[in-house]
């Protein structure tokens, strides 16, 4: 299996970090609010597909941009940085913060979306299933919210924090404050998905603490066009934890591709 290149792309002044691994139709994935553990779980899918990871500014390898502040300067970041890479056509998927970042930008590009996949998104107040408030965990427990496997980060995060790894954690802390920090969600949201008219895949880890499995039906009534998929046992780190989480989003996307 091929690993991902990694390329570099000026997006209004701002060094975007775009990973790509495989060949064939697009399929666009937009991460959480964390980059610790990396992508590569994510590599099957380019046995199938033309998987296309961007960094958002403010994590992983690319640069910061102090002026996003809500949801949308990302998806304005992302169509200048589609139309630099001639990527016009494509297949979504979006993760936690990521998830609310693709539900949103699908709301706005219906046109350009051919499938969605929303997994444990974030975005949605829904009562009696609240979202785990991100900067109130402490440090050594972080893990632990994340995932129900803590074995996914040998290997990836150091057992024991180094000056730098916290460094890159307090970075992309930060990044995501500016989006998340006075609510995780938007109140506009339910709103306009109407629109997302689009075959859509819903998956959710059933251990996951920091989004609720729980939220999970608020969001199927909202979708027009929705399959909703459990992953058992998997925590918010589903595609870490479950090789079947990914598995799923192949059968979705290809189902959709002529052989």
């Not at 399959?227 to 799923?248: I, N, T």
Request: aromatic residues 10%; charged residues 20%.
């Amino acid at each position: 299996m091929a690993g991902f290149t990694q390329a570099h792309v000026d997006v209004n002044g701002i060094d975007t970090a775009v990973l790509t691994a495989g060949a064939g139709v697009t399929l666009v994935f937009f991460h959480g609010a964390g980059t610790a553990t990396g992508f590569d779980a994510l590599l099957p899918l380019a046995d199938r597909f033309r998987l296309v990871v961007p960094q958002h500014p403010g994590f992983g390898a690319s640069a910061d941009d102090p002026r996003v502040d809500g949801i949308h300067d990302y998806v304005l970041h992302y169509l200048d940085l589609f139309d630099a890479l001639g990527i016009d056509e494509f297949s979504l998927a979006g993760h936690s913060m990521g998830g609310w970042l693709a539900a949103w930008f699908a709301i706005e590009q219906t046109r350009r979306v051919r499938r969605l996949v929303l997994a444990a998104p974030a975005g949605l107040r829904v009562p009696g299933h609240p979202a785990q408030d991100l900067f109130t965990i402490p440090d050594e427990q972080m893990g632990e919210f994340l995932t129900a496997d803590l074995s996914v980060f040998a290997g990836k995060v150091p057992a024991t924090p180094t000056p730098d790894s916290l460094a890159a954690g307090y970075r992309e802390l930060t990044s995501a404050a500016r989006v998340m920090w006075e609510r995780p969600y938007d109140s506009r949201l339910p709103r306009w998905t109407h629109r997302l008219t689009m075959p859509t895949l819903l998956l959710w880890g059933t251990a996951d603490r920091i989004i609720p499995v729980g939220q999970a039906d608020a969001w199927a009534d909202l979708l027009p066009n929705c399959r909703s998929v459990p992953v058992p046992g998997a925590g918010h780190l589903l595609f870490d934890e479950a090789r079947a989480a990914v598995d799923e989003i192949a059968d979705f996307v290809g189902a959709d591709v002529a052989v």
